[in-house]
């Protein structure tokens, strides 16, 4: 069955950064787009950055372009979200899930907190 494991997530003082880690199985990794979302409290989940399976291709949020790095290694079925300059409105709990504007998998894994606060 698809599994998603996220990891790397913490407590960050604003302008710091953080490497997120989703390791994925039960599908065929190097054929799907990938994507990073995050539900803050309180709020929808929203999507975050997409990376697409060949090309690698990415999408981000407006409010993340130039400050997150989203990234796949098709042999380990692992995608990463380099975030730099984190600010406190990037609290939230991060999840990764195959597709590109957006999810393919109706289940999502546990998730990440990622906590950005002085």
């Known amino acids: 069955q698809v599994q998603f494991v996220e990891s790397g997530g913490g407590l960050v003082q604003p302008g710091g950064s953080l490497r997120l880690s989703c390791a994925a199985s039960?599908?065929?990794?190097?054929?799907?787009?990938m994507s990073w979302y995050r539900q803050a409290a309180g709020k929808e989940r929203e999507l975050v950055a997409a990376?697409?399976?060949?090309?690698?291709?990415?999408n981000y949020a407006d409010s993340v372009k130039g400050r997150f790095t989203i990234s796949r290694d098709n042999a380990k079925s692992t995608v990463h979200l380099q975030m730099n300059s984190l600010k406190p409105e990037d609290t939230a709990v991060y999840y990764c899930?195959?597709?590109?504007?957006?999810?393919?998998?109706?289940?999502w894994g546990q998730g990440t907190q990622v906590t950005v606060s002085s």
């Open positions: 990376v697409r399976s060949v090309s690698h291709t990415t």
């Open positions: 039960g599908f065929t990794f190097s054929t799907y787009p």
């Open positions: 899930n195959a597709g590109y504007r957006g999810p393919y998998y109706d289940y």
